[in-house]
T-cell receptor, first 115, second 108 residues
Framework: NAGVTQTPKFRVLKTGQSMTLLCAQD?????MYWYRQDPGMGLRLIHY???????AKGEVPDGYNVSRLKKQNFLLGLESAAPSQTSVYFC??????????????FGPGTRLTVT | RKEVEQDPGPFNVPEGATVAFNCTYS??????FFWYRQDCRKEPKLLMS???SGNEDGRFTAQLNRASQYISLLIRDSKLSDSATYLC?????????FGTGTSLTVIP
């Protein structure tokens, strides 16, 4: 099993450009999450999905959109990138809490720089 | 008020030392609790879940105090390989809330 994979691993964007980050999991998990991690801020939830075709806002959703058309994939879109979106983005998946084991499994991260 | 608060450290301890990390959470309805470990520029990985009765995994002991909304992690006989950032994580409803992490460096 590959677990959780993320594409791409690194990206540099110019302000105003758009891009899509892809997250894929092969563990048949219902829940998927997108986080961003900034120095001194910890991981903050952007959006999450509790199942195919459903999405919900997290703590910092502005400037991002998501889609979950297939259970194994969760896409994060930036329509018009801004320097404030420079960050490390992590995708995670889990079984539905509190089904055991319900810890989150993370992808390796995408390092995004917006200039 | 933040959902989860941790002392960021850094903690610099010699090999073989015992070190303890603390974490508080704000929502009394939180259901599940975890400690994750994150190495530099890597993804977080589960270290251990935290149960109400307390639990131990080798050199690691986790405690939960629901009345005080407090979670702790004790590392005994620290190894160089324990150097990392330790994240306190709380599950409330459909969401997981992360502390900012506590940095640990074990010195030879």
């Amino acid at each position: 099993n590959a677990g959780v994979t993320q594409t791409p691993k690194f990206r540099v964007l110019k302000t105003g450009q758009s891009m899509t980050l892809l997250c894929a999991q092969d563990m048949n998990h219902e829940y998927m999450y997108w986080y961003r991690q900034d120095p001194g801020m910890g991981l903050r939830l952007i959006h999450y999905s509790v199942g195919e075709g459903t999405t919900a806002k997290g703590e910092v959703p502005d400037g991002y959109n998501v889609s979950r058309l297939k259970k194994q994939n969760f896409l994060l879109g930036l329509e018009s990138a801004a320097p404030s979106q420079t960050s490390v983005y992590f995708c995670a998946s889990s079984l539905r809490p509190p089904r055991f084991p319900y810890e989150q499994y993370f992808g390796p991260g995408t390092r995004l720089t917006v200039t | 008020r933040k959902e989860v608060e941790q002392d960021p450290g850094p903690f610099n301890v010699p090999e073989g030392a015992t070190v303890a990390f603390n974490c508080t959470y704000s929502n009394s309805a939180s259901q599940s609790f975890f400690w994750y470990r994150q190495d530099c520029r890597k993804e977080p990985k589960l270290l251990m879940s935290v149960y109400s009765s307390g639990n131990e995994d080798g050199r690691f002991t986790a405690q939960l105090n629901r009345a005080s909304q407090y979670i702790s992690l004790l590392i005994r006989d620290s190894k160089l390989s324990d150097s990392a950032t330790y994240l306190c994580v709380v599950n409330t409803g459909n969401q997981f809330y992360f502390g900012t992490g506590t940095s640990l460096t074990v010195i030879p």
